[in-house]
């Protein structure tokens, strides 16, 4: 059955997850509108990171569509799949950079091995991003596993916009982080964000949230329950997102004990 | 406990695994002739599975050749056939021990630094980073290992070969009371091309399946570090296993052609 195309950036349309027995996302709808930055929030455990690698293609869900600029790229494969990926970056949640290779070709990989970019150049962009999360060129040449935590952070952003890419999905950006460092990555993000970028940010941290969100999304239970820009999120009205926002043991939402 | 529900359930986990196995396997054998190859990462890997072991190779094939002359002519001289020692060393080595104890040895210190490498890639997520950086990981990351076993193996049997015939000729020279210049006489005339061609179609044979079975238990590792550790573990006795059951099948195609 054709389906009119969707004017949304990035549109997950029904997903759906599992593993094994255990319901991931459980028949998920999500639009983002091009340039603008949503947060999805949500306990440990309830689906974010499943939710952004089903978008990636990273898992391939069993049910639901997921649109990339109107187009269906729920089973996409091959060179196709290559080039909707080139329209994305991502922050994993520990960064995720490759041991084997120095700070700066981490930074330039998806320009050098993803788009056939000369090494020398993609040096120079390497750097210039490096600048831009406020790392001088001297990091550039060291091994990841000589960075702190948030230096890794910071590298991984750099590599997450060394290509311009029109989508960033950051993952957990400021979990394991200090509030002072915490508040550097948002404060990268937000500029980010302000370029035109679309971004989307799966966090538990509500003060990032509140920082570089312009809308926020309520996961539990495999599906979006709430739904709103951020100022409203303090007068949802929604007894889970009430109980999640203000930390309170008490409440609809029940702590699993096993996942 | 019903047994042939044990049966039953061991015997469907072992056919799913020879299934993935077998996917993975026709995945990365298919990448062989699609580009993008990186052969600045064959060289590497060329460096780190053949150069890298070859004093541990080199080593157990000088005392293996040395102790199978020793065993071979307390056998033969029950016989009077103590001139046979030299031929007999020689076709031990070149169709059997070389390329066996060669793959066993690649095996554990190979096959178990893949799989760590991998899983370690795997559960830090750098292996779901280099997908979202429009880099297949199986490109990337198994091609070259599996071209560089296949390079590596043949070249290291050649030189294992070598080495174990002189293991032999140390021994019985020094020991058993060969004169130098018979015994290498007549080791020259009994050396034979299909001799040495078996050991290396082996050889290749062992090479393939040391870094498919490395890759594949790292690719697929989950969990921490024990999950790590037990792909480890599984590389080293699944291809150790593979490769004696591959040598026996082989040997038997051999014998079938005379070859």
């Not at chain 1, 389906?3 to 999500?30: C, H, M, N, Q, W």
Request: proline share 4%; with cysteine; charged share 15%.
């Amino acid at each position: 059955m054709a389906r009119a195309a969707s004017t949304a950036k990035v549109e997950l349309k029904g997903v759906k997850k599992r593993f094994g027995p255990k319901i991931v996302l459980d028949g998920l709808d999500l639009a983002i509108p091009p340039g603008q930055s949503l947060v999805v929030i949500g306990g440990s455990g309830t689906g974010k990171s499943v939710m952004i690698k089903c978008v990636l293609g990273i898992l391939r869900p069993e049910g639901g569509e997921i649109y990339v600029d109107g187009k269906d790229v729920t089973r996409v494969r091959g060179r196709a799949r290559d080039a909707m990926l080139r329209k994305f970056g991502m922050l994993f949640q520990g960064a995720a950079l490759f041991d084997s290779l120095p700070v700066w070709e981490n930074v330039a990989f998806g320009l050098i091995q993803g788009r056939g970019v000369a090494r020398r150049r993609a040096r120079d962009i390497a750097m210039e991003k490096l600048a831009k999360v406020g790392l001088g060129p001297e990091v550039g040449l060291l091994s990841p596993s000589e960075l702190s935590g948030g230096m890794q952070k910071r590298v991984g952003l750099a590599r997450a916009i060394a290509a311009d890419p029109e989508i960033i999905f950051f993952d957990e950006p400021t979990t394991g982080l200090d509030p002072i460092m915490a508040d550097v990555i948002n404060d990268l993000i937000v500029k980010t964000k302000a370029v035109g970028t679309t971004t989307l940010s799966i966090t538990h941290d509500l003060v990032s949230a509140r920082k570089i969100a312009d809308r926020i999304a309520m996961l539990y239970k495999g599906r979006i329950i709430w739904q709103g820009p951020t100022s409203e999120i303090d007068n949802s009205g929604n007894p889970y997102v009430d109980q999640f926002i203000n930390g309170r043991a008490e409440g609809p939402i029940q702590m699993e004990v096993r996942g | 406990m019903n047994i042939f529900a044990a049966v039953g359930r061991a015997t469907l986990g072992l056919l799913l695994e020879i299934g993935r196995l077998s996917v993975f396997m026709v995945d990365a054998v298919s990448s062989f002739v699609r580009p993008p190859i990186y052969w600045s990462l064959v060289l590497k890997q060329i460096m780190r599975i053949g150069y890298f072991s070859l004093p541990v190779v080199g080593l157990t094939a000088f005392f293996t050749g040395g102790v199978l002359a020793l065993q071979i002519y307390i056998g033969a001289s029950r016989y009077g056939a103590e001139q046979f020692v030299p031929t007999v060393v020689l076709v031990g080595i070149l169709r059997e021990l070389g390329p066996v104890i060669a793959g066993l040895m690649v095996a554990g210190r190979v096959a178990a630094a893949i799989a760590a490498e991998l899983g370690t890639m795997r559960v830090t997520e750098q292996i779901d980073a280099l997908t979202t950086l429009a880099t297949r990981p199986i490109k990337y990351l198994v091609v070259p290992r599996l071209m560089a076993a296949i390079i590596s193996m043949p070249i290291l049997v050649a030189i294992a070969d070598s080495i174990g015939v002189f293991g032999g000729y140390i021994a019985s020279t020094e020991t058993l009371g060969f004169t130098g210049a018979i015994y290498l006489n007549t080791t020259m005339n009994a050396l034979a091309n299909k001799d040495i061609f078996s050991g290396l179609i082996k050889a290749v044979v062992f090479g393939f399946i040391i870094a498919l079975l490395g890759c594949y238990n790292g690719f697929n590792s989950k969990g921490g570090a024990q999950g790590v550790g037990s792909a480890t573990t599984n590389a080293v006795v699944s291809s150790s296993i593979l490769i004696l059951a591959a040598n026996y099948i082989l040997t038997n195609i051999f014998n079938y052609f005379n070859f």
